[in-house]
């Protein structure tokens, strides 16, 4: 690491020993998207110059966002012949599905990378409708799903899954890179575990057990929550803790290792690192922490028309709770017979 | 044969020293009251937690009840007040999630309203009838599910099983 590098807030090179360009001897790694936006794939480049120490030490075998690789070329390979898959995005076609299948059969490791993968992340909100309610509003804004007009029938989109599923919904997952997409501190982590061989146990999450609150730099003080504001409805201190101040903050819940990026933003943590292994439910742990928080003057008989109030004020629980994880926590939702 | 009724199953838990108390009296008073509840008695009703009255519902539970002290009651200050807008927040989540939010129903039974115990059983049992048996299987909202916990044992069995065709 030299004392010359350009600070730019990124992790420092991680000073893997010297470059080789035999590339044979590399570990291969593929990267693969399935209901994914993308921003996954992009975030290997906030990497830094540690990028380059990375690249220069992997083979990469399978990338479609980066080099021209087909499915046919995953499917030449020898059964377990690439070192690391990183899958990113949720399930959402039967196609993502075959090719995640078709991945795992050809490699040793396979990362959930990122919050889709992971817990089903954002698309995995979509489980509120029912396929049929998603197809129908698809089909209403002029999009139908077969064939191009003289194509054949194989040319036509894969069809949707009934429920967008996390990763680990149909293969094994051997470790997982948590985030929104994952930070460059988590991100180093799996290579630094990769690389170096020194494998953590399977199941292993590259984020902390604590909570983000852990490493959050804001101070608590009053340790109620007199209010609930949106975050575009007030501009938050910079010094006070943001559930102080009434925003809802995933943080008491939330697993640290992104450095707290969020709320040092004035933004309230959402959960995109998943709950901490102790928390377990995101949603009933936030609904937990927020009952003992919440305070609208004294505590009693003659404040709970107003404690509602300010409950009320929290409008989407369920999306507010579960942006990143709908998938992993509640199987079936809008198709209950309650409803 | 004709189908059995709908009995619906509800998981009651008491606090030690109102509702738990209300409880026991509603039984050495003899007061009749249907028997479709198991409860379980915890020290406060601010101890429930909402992972709980989930897991209830994941195990087959139609309703879950909350006994707690009337306000002002609480043998530790304030149990009963988190523990209320915590099934507030619970109910509203409920509704998101297609669970009629009626299942939860939180109630101030004092350690000398036997009477009201059992009213409020035959009230709960009743209006959970109306709304039939939940169907949500052990599956919708399950703790901690995802790689870390559930599929570390088939991690390891299929590394085992790899070293052994490997040796």
Not at chain 1, 59 to 67: D, N, S
Not at chain 1, 264 to 292: E, F, Q, R
Not at chain 1, 329 to 337: E, I, L, M
Not at chain 2, 111 to 127: D, I, L, N, S, Y
């Amino acid at each position: 690491m030299s004392a010359s590098q350009p600070n730019t807030g990124l992790p420092q090179s991680t000073g893997y020993g010297p470059r080789t360009t035999d590339h044979g001897s590399r570990p291969k790694i593929a990267v693969y998207w399935t209901g994914g936006c993308g921003g996954c794939d992009v975030s290997f480049l906030e990497l830094g110059p540690a990028l380059l120490d990375v690249l220069s030490q992997i083979e990469i075998v399978f990338w479609p966002a980066l080099v021209d690789t087909k499915r046919s070329d995953v499917e030449a390979l020898a059964p377990r012949s690439i070192a690391a898959t990183l899958v990113n995005g949720t399930l959402r076609t039967e196609e993502n599905v075959e090719m995640v299948r078709l991945l795992r059969e050809k490699s040793q490791l396979v990362v959930a990378f990122g919050a889709c993968a992971y817990q089903g992340g954002v698309p995995g909100l979509a489980n509120l409708s029912s396929r049929e309610e998603i197809l129908h509003r698809m089909s209403g804004n002029g999009f139908h799903p077969t064939p191009p007009p003289g194509g054949d029938a194989e040319d036509a989109p894969p069809e949707l899954l009934a429920q967008a599923k996390s990763l680990s919904d149909e293969i094994v997952v051997d470790y997982v890179v948590p985030g929104c997409p994952p930070m460059p501190p988590l991100i180093g982590l799996l290579f630094d575990a990769l690389l170096s061989g020194d494998l953590p146990a399977p199941g292993h999450v590259f984020a902390h057990d604590k909570a983000l609150c852990e490493e959050c730099p804001r101070t608590r003080e009053d340790r109620v929550l007199t209010k609930v504001v949106r975050p575009h409805e007030m501009v938050p201190d910079p010094e006070v803790c943001l559930l102080d101040q009434g925003m809802i903050c995933m943080g008491p819940v939330i697993r640290g290792g992104c450095g707290a990026a969020c709320p040092k933003a004035g933004m309230p943590c959402t959960g995109c690192v998943g709950p901490t292994p102790n928390a377990g439910d995101p949603g009933l742990a936030m609904i937990s922490a927020l009952g003992s928080l919440v305070r609208a003057g004294e505590e009693g008989a003659a404040s709970f028309a107003a404690e509602d109030k300010l409950l009320d004020a929290l409008v989407d629980p369920l999306g507010t709770f579960y942006k990143y994880s709908l998938p992993a926590y509640v199987r079936g939702a809008g198709k209950r017979s309650d409803r | 044969m004709p189908e059995a009724p709908f009995e619906p199953r509800i998981v009651a838990f008491l606090c030690r020293w109102c509702a738990g108390a209300g409880a026991d009296l509603a039984g050495t008073s003899r007061i009749a009251y249907p028997s479709n509840a198991i409860p379980i008695r915890v020290n406060c009703s601010g101890r429930v937690e909402p992972e709980w009255v989930m897991e209830a519902f994941r195990s087959g539970a139609d309703g879950v009840l909350i006994g707690g002290c009337h306000p002002g009651d609480c043998h530790y200050v304030s149990g009963n007040y988190k523990t209320r807008r915590r099934i507030y927040l619970l109910k509203k989540l409920l509704g998101e999630l297609g669970i009629a939010p009626e299942r939860v129903r939180l109630e101030w039974v004092s350690a000398t309203e036997g009477a009201k115990f059992a009213r409020v059983m035959k009230e709960f049992v009743v209006q959970l009838k109306e709304l039939g048996p939940l169907s949500v299987g052990r599956d919708p909202l399950s703790v901690n599910r995802g790689p870390s916990s559930e599929h570390r044992e088939s991690v390891v069995a299929e590394r085992q099983r790899e070293t052994r065709v490997g040796t």
